[in-house]
């Protein structure tokens, strides 16, 4: 690793490799909190609601993030997908 040219000393190792930095886990929860406090007396589940009803659009958008990105499927009733893409030359119209 190379040394800092003002100081001379090398940098030190860092934040461990997947570690949120402090700013990012203060302010998700504070986000939370706030939310929670929206939320009334049904907390944070009250708040959700309420957002998937009035804001429905980026609701979805934020399902879509924290579903499972991996499907699993039933190995008893499979599914399968014919695709049949097919090229063909267009027709030069020679009658003219």
């Known amino acids: 690793m190379p040394s800092n040219k003002i100081t001379g000393k090398n940098p030190g190792p860092g934040r461990p490799k997947g ?7 203060l302010l998700k929860d504070a986000i939370l ?6 939320g009334g007396a049904d ?3 009250g708040y959700l609601k309420l ?4 804001n429905p659009g980026p609701f979805m958008s934020l ?5 499972p990105t991996q499907v699993v499927g039933d190995p008893d009733n499979p599914v399968s997908v014919v695709h049949r ?7 030069v119209n020679s009658s003219t």
């Open 43 to 45: 907390g944070l589940v």
């Open 51 to 54: 957002q998937a009803s009035l």
């Open 33 to 38: 909190k706030a939310a929670t406090q929206a």
């Open 85 to 91: 893409i097919e090229l063909v030359a267009p027709r």
């Open 19 to 25: 570690s949120p930095n402090k700013t990012t886990a």
């Open 63 to 67: 399902l879509g993030k924290v579903l």
